[in-house]
Each structure stands twice: as structure tokens, then as C-alpha cells.
């Protein structure tokens, strides 16, 4: 018997049919993968199964009993979710955070510590992690962190685990823990739901996968019997093609940027590094080589401690973000939230930001050219909803990081820095963002790219720079083979 | 709770450093009308301090603490004077008075999902607006000269006989009430903090709302409890400060949102939600205490005292902003 079964759920907002009818069902031990572009569905499917969002139609069921009573009556029904972001409290302990909402009570109705630990440290054991019941939940690395939140679905003897892009952030030997974490949970009969955007994981640790597309369900089966093109297409409908590498680019042209002996104490030392005119250059490695630390030291966003950066063959000091901007270079930040965004104001309020003086007369704003920029930004970078006026904080992932990455292409920097561009994007939102950059660089713009995706980096890469423990470790070419790359970057870490 | 125990640690070491320093520094400082002074002065803000700790702790702030006090007093004030109710009843209406006020924030902060700065600058103009209307003093002139003779609540501002309580070891003739009822308060405040549902939601939700929401708790009712609590809090000073004056004065209490925000940070609860306890606050008010009454008997003026007491806020703000900084925590 399946262990969870929606039937026929679905989803209106309004006149918005987000979710059409459908069933999901899941048996135990089962990883399923669900795949979708955004705006597919995904989320209120998800959202649907944990609880959040009561369904239009249908119903959830875990082992035969229909779930109801909120998030709260589908965490007790058996459903867990390990969201993007931590939903652990980082000032408490790991016995703590195991037991949020329900901790084990002794005398008087009071928490007992000692059953508390007893029992974290027990689930601790069977499970093989490698953490104390007493560490706080601040000083662990991330991957150990969502190795706690799985312990804390299993402490409420989860049946159903849903993991919405669980290895985000973690570094590639991280991803291999989690996915043997993943394979315990499927030798003790718990099914999990993986939301992935990467196709590599997917391939490498699902049993089958479900693929949505404009709110309906168009595939499902074994992912041993379709490949990486198959799952793209369904994904993308018809017509669209999948990412492929730039054909035969440009030459690159003279050195605009020169970076020599830079240096940061604690974070990184000894950073040589040119960028010319027309080229891409991914700067990559685990997570923790404090690549965006070195970033943020050519944006003026901190300083360095040693070393010169040259520009056009004169040494700049780059203090502040207005510096930088003046001497054309640009940055798009690892934290599209918190760093790059006014998520309240409208799309055209957010492409223009950086712009504005070029909408400028007689100290004015001009309205109706400011309109037409942003229009061709939207239409350019295909945002959807292609509406200027539509406010940012409300649009998915995918289209906001387009959004940040038009702002900077209205100002034709000389140099564009991107931190991480598609992390949690989509494979249709991801191909836009890579012909902007390629469009930048047809300009003759120089851009460095930190990134920790090795498909990424070789798909769009003109040189490779692997970083590790604050160094530049080695300089590789986009072309030798990937796992020769993975070996590299996982090596330059020992 | 590493990171509890090393501030904690910090501020009792402070707190001890500063009380040698003015023992040394000011004549008279390490006397026993002094120490006492101290103790007087201070054990009611310290308990003012733990409610508003508890509610820092919950990501909020109350600044409307102070009128709350001059509430809570006034209310046992009428009680007593012109109502003529026994001391335990008139208390108990005090501190009832008190603590609806105080959830009354956390209506407004959960359901009217006002800023706690702004709800609670609000309530702070309303509340002593209220203690205005309802003054016995102001409604019955002649009772403004007379003062409170009700044994309970004068047994609250008295003295506990000590002596010999201790040995040889500390010989003090006396202890005021007020440093029992706050010994007595943080006990049990602590007791529900670490070791109640109760007090680990609270902690949950200062560390991270978002899984408190995901965990299924009802944080709704979690914080206009806090906020309760705290009003509470501020009415169990205001009932303290009524035993001592054996009055109620309309403007009692004005300006101690300051004070005690500033003893509840010096004292460890992190600014950023879910860090600290109850111990640091109250070692946080008795620092205030000693630096403030040592300048006093180094004949310092009261300005500077003033500027003093807000470059200590800024001061462990500035701190709490660091050590979070560099902690690289969420």
C-alpha cells in the first residue's frame, strides 16, 4: 500500500488555476524527485502536502488516514518538510531543536533535560550522525544542520519527507553526505520527495520522478528509463531547447582588470587574477574558500589588507560601492534577498535603480524613456510576469535573480560580478541568465562568476579558477573533463 | 547555552570588577546604608528588567514599562486609599492592572501587527495618560498627603531581619523585601524559561520565528504572553515602589523603559532575538546600580549621569551587534 496518497488535489487562487487536479502518490523507501520550472506548481504542490495551504479539491493521506488541521495536523499525520532555509532555532541546542513544540516532560510537568538528551542521543546512535545532543545549532556547518532537521522529522516518526533544494548550499563531498543520508531513510521505509533543480542529483539519487509543468503533471516514472534531455524537455514544453554551450565565442580582448598579491586576513592571500575585455571567468571551489569574501573586496564592500588592483593599468582603491560602480564594475550578490533587491518596489523601480542618471534632465526623471528601458530589459531577459509594475518581492526566484541581472545591464558596466547566479534557479530561467551574460560580453564587458556548480561553470566558462582555503589553487580550461574538474576542486581542499 | 554561560560570565565578573573599583574608588561606597541603598534602589528595576528581557528575547521591545509601573501603583493606591480594600485584594488588582496592560501590547503587536516600537511608544503615552485620569490624589485632594498604612503592602518597602541568618560570613543586620521578592520572581521566571514548554517556545520562536510558526506553536498566544508577563513585571515594581513611598506619584516610573532596556542588554539578551536569561538582566540593573551610585558619591552631576547611562546602552548594543557579527549566526 502507498504510504501517501493525494487524490485529485488542486489549487485556485482566484481565477489562477496554480495546481489542476491530480494524484501523488509515494510507497515507502521510494525518492521521488519533483521537477518543474518556477511557476510550474511545485510549491503549492508542496505547500498542499505540508499543510500550508488547504486544497481546493482532494485530499492528503497518510498511510490510509486523510490528514487535516493545518501544518501542525500534517507534521503529527506523518509529513515533515527540510525547507530551503533553516527551520531550526539556532540558539538551542540539538536535543533542543530535535523535540521544537513537543519536548519530553518529567516531574511537575516540567522538560526533562536528562529524558530529553537520553533520547536525542539515542536517535543520534541508530542514525550514525555525527553530532552532540548538547552542540549548539549556530556552530554547525550547514550540512550537519539539515542532517538535524532530517533527525527532526524522524524524532516525529516522519513518513514522508519532503527536501525543497536541499543541497543549496552545501559543497559537493556535503551532497554526498546527504544523499547517504537519504539512502538510510530508504533502507528504514521513509519515502522522500527531492525538489531539485540539478539534474546531476537527481539522476544520482531518485528512484522516479514527477515533472510539472504550468500546474499539471505531464510525466511520471523510473528515472533509469529517461535521461537529462527527456526530463528537460517535459520540463520545458515544446520548442525549448535545453542549456548548451555558446558556440565558438569571441576573441577576449585587452586586460581591463589586474589583481595582484590581494589579500584579507583570515579569508583569503595571494590573489593574482586578470580579467579581459569580452571573457568569462568562473571562479570556483567548495563552499568556504572565501570566494565571496574575495568579491566583495573588488565591490568596496570590505577591504583589503594587502595586494593591488589595477584598472585600465592604474591602481585603484576601491573604498566603497559607490567607487566601484563609478569605475564601471558591477556586482550581483550571492543574497539576492538581502543584498541586491528593494523587494517592495516594482520591477521598473529595480531595473533602473543603478540607471537613473541616464534618465536624467534638467534634474528630472524622464517617465517615458524609463518605461521603454525597462520594458526592453523585461522582454530581453524574458521575466514573467513580463508586468514593469509588478512588485519584485513577489516574483520567483528564477525571474528575481533576472531582475538584479538587468539592473546592471541597463548601466553597461565594464565589469559584471556575479556571486552564485542561479542557485535555486530553474533550467529555463538559468538559460536566460546565460545568454545575458553572454549579450554582456558580446559588449565587451569582462565577467568573473563565483560559482560551486561544475555544470555551470564548464557550460559557460571561458577560464576556470578553482579556489580553495583562500587561495587560488589552479587554472583550468572549460573543456577538460568534468570529473577530472570535480577531482580538482574536491582535492584542492586536502 | 555555551554562549548564555561566557556572557553571563562576563557580566557577573563586570558587575563584581566595578563594585571592587568604587569600594576603592569613593568613600562611603562599601558601607552598609550604601550597599543597602543599592539594594533598595535596584531590585525593582531588576525585575522590571527580567520582564523586558523576555520580551527583547522574543525579537520585541516594551517601552511603556514605566507607565505600566506608575498603573500598577496607582491602581493599588485607589485601592487601598479610596476603596478601602484589603492589602492582598488591592495587589492583586494592581498587578491584574498591570499585566492586562501589558498583554494589551501583544494584542497590538500580534493581531493590529503594529512594530513593538511603535505599539508600545503608544501605550507608553496612553498608560500614563490613564494613571492621570484614575489619580486618587488628583480625584480626592486631601489624599495626597497622607500615606499608604495597609501592613501588606508596607511590609513590601520594609526590611527582613538577617541576622545571623548567614554565620560569620556575611554580617548583614538586614535585607530589604524587595531583593527577596526578586530573588523569589527570578527564580521562578527562570524555572519557566528553562524548564518549561513554555520557555523553550519562547526561546524557539527569539531564535528562529519562522521554525517556531513551522513547528506548529501557537505563536500568537506565546507572545502576548511575553508581553503579559512583562507587564507584570512592571507591576510587581510598582506594588514594590508604593511599600517603599507608601504613595503613588502620577509621574512614578517615567523614563525607566531606558533603564531597563539598557540593564536587559548589558545583561546578555541579544538584540537579535532568542539569546540570554535571567540572571544577566538583574546583574545588568546592579551594575547600572553601583556605577551610577559610585559616580554619585564621587560627586558626579546627574547630566552626566544621564550620558553615562545612555553610552552604557550604546556601548552593550554595540557589543551585542559585534559579537553577533562575528558569530555569523542567523
Known sequence: ?494 | MRKTLSSNLVIVLLTIGMFAFFSIAADRFFTFPNVENLLVGYSFLAIVAVGQGLVIMARGIDLSVGSTVALAAMVLFDAVMIFEFGGPVAIFLALLAATLAGALNGVLVVYLRLQPFVATLATLAAYRGVVFAISGRQLYPELSSQAVRDPVVRWLGDIIEVEGWFGDMIPLPWIPTSFFVLLIYAAIVALALWRTQWGMNLRTYGGNPEAAHLAGLNTKRLLISVYALCGFSAGLAGVILVGRFTTATEALGAGMELTAIAAAVIGGIGLSGGTGGVLGPIFGAFLLGIILIGLTLMGTSQFYQQILTGAILIAAVGYDRLVTKRGGSV
Open chain 1, 1 to 494: 500500500m502507498s504510504v501517501l496518497n493525494a487524490s485529485g488535489i488542486s489549487k485556485t487562487f482566484g481565477t489562477f488555476e496554480a495546481l489542476k487536479s491530480q494524484d501523488f502518490t509515494l510507497e515507502a523507501g521510494e525518492v521521488r524527485a519533483v521537477i518543474g520550472s518556477n511557476g510550474a506548481g511545485k510549491t503549492t504542490m508542496i505547500k498542499i502536502l505540508t499543510g500550508a495551504h488547504a486544497p481546493t479539491t482532494g485530499q492528503v493521506m497518510v498511510d490510509g488516514t486523510a490528514l487535516s488541521g493545518g501544518p501542525a495536523g500534517h507534521i503529527a499525520g506523518g509529513i515533515a518538510c527540510i525547507y530551503q532555509h533553516s527551520s531550526l532555532a539556532p540558539n538551542l541546542s540539538v536535543a533542543e531543536n530535535l523535540f521544537l513544540g513537543q519536548h519530553p516532560r518529567g516531574r511537575f510537568g516540567l522538560i526533562s533535560r536528562k529524558e530529553m538528551i537520553n533520547r536525542a542521543q539515542a536517535l543520534i546512535n541508530t542514525h550514525g550522525t555525527q553530532v552532540s545532543p548538547n552542540d549548539l545549532v549556530a556552530d554547525l556547518p550547514t550540512v550537519k544542520q539539515k542532517e538535524v532537521e532530517i533527525l527532526k522529522a524522524l524524532m516525529r516518526s516522519a513518513k514522508v519527507i519532503l527536501m525543497d533544494e536541499p543541497t543549496a548550499w552545501l559543497s559537493f563531498r556535503e551532497v554526498e553526505r546527504l544523499h547517504d543520508t537519504i539512502r538510510k531513510l530508504m533502507a528504514q521505509g521513509v519515502a522522500v520527495v527531492y525538489i531539485s533543480h540539478i539534474m546531476d542529483e537527481i539522476f544520482r539519487i531518485c528512484d522516479t520522478a514527477s515533472i510539472l509543468r504550468d500546474g499539471a503533471l505531464v510525466w511520471e516514472g523510473q528515472v533509469a528509463e529517461t535521461d537529462r534531455a527527456q526530463v528537460v524537455g517535459h520540463m520545458l514544453g515544446p520548442g525549448q531547447a535545453d542549456t548548451k554551450r555558446a558556440a565558438a565565442t569571441t576573441k577576449a580582448g585587452a586586460e581591463i582588470l589586474s589583481i595582484q598579491g590581494l589579500g584579507r586576513k583570515g579569508y583569503f592571500e595571494d590573489i593574482n587574477l586578470s580579467l579581459r575585455k569580452g571573457e568569462i571567468v568562473c571562479l570556483t571551489g567548495l563552499i568556504g574558500s572565501n570566494r565571496t569574501e574575495m568579491v566583495r573586496c573588488l565591490f568596496g564592500t570590505d577591504r583589503p589588507d594587502s595586494g593591488t588592483i589595477t584598472l585600465h593599468g592604474k591602481e585603484v582603491r576601491i573604498s566603497s560601492p559607490r567607487e566601484a560602480m563609478s569605475l564601471g564594475i558591477a556586482l550581483v550578490p550571492e543574497d539576492r534577498r538581502q543584498e541586491g533587491l528593494f523587494l517592495s518596489h516594482t520591477m521598473s523601480e529595480n531595473l533602473l535603480a543603478a540607471a537613473l542618471p541616464k534618465f536624467l534632465q534638467r534634474h528630472m526623471l524622464q517617465r517615458a524613456p524609463m518605461a521603454q528601458a525597462a520594458n526592453s530589459n523585461i522582454a530581453g531577459l524574458n521575466i514573467q510576469p513580463p508586468d514593469p509594475e509588478k512588485v519584485v518581492g513577489t516574483l520567483s526566484g528564477g525571474n528575481q535573480q533576472k531582475v538584479l541581472l538587468g539592473k546592471w545591464l541597463e548601466t553597461t558596466p565594464e565589469i559584471v560580478i556575479l556571486d552564485e547566479p542561479t542557485v535555486g534557479v530553474d533550467v529555463g530561467a538559468k538559460n536566460d541568465i546565460y545568454s545575458a551574460m553572454q549579450e554582456l560580453k558580446g559588449k565587451g564587458a569582462a565577467i568573473l562568476v563565483v560559482s560551486s556548480d561544475v555544470e555551470e561553470v564548464q557550460l559557460i566558462a571561458d577560464r576556470i579558477l578553482i579556489m580553495s582555503k583562500g587561495k587560488i589553487a589552479q587554472e583550468m580550461a572549460p573543456d577538460s573533463p568534468h570529473e577530472e574538474l570535480v577531482a580538482q576542486i574536491s582535492g584542492a581542499a586536502t
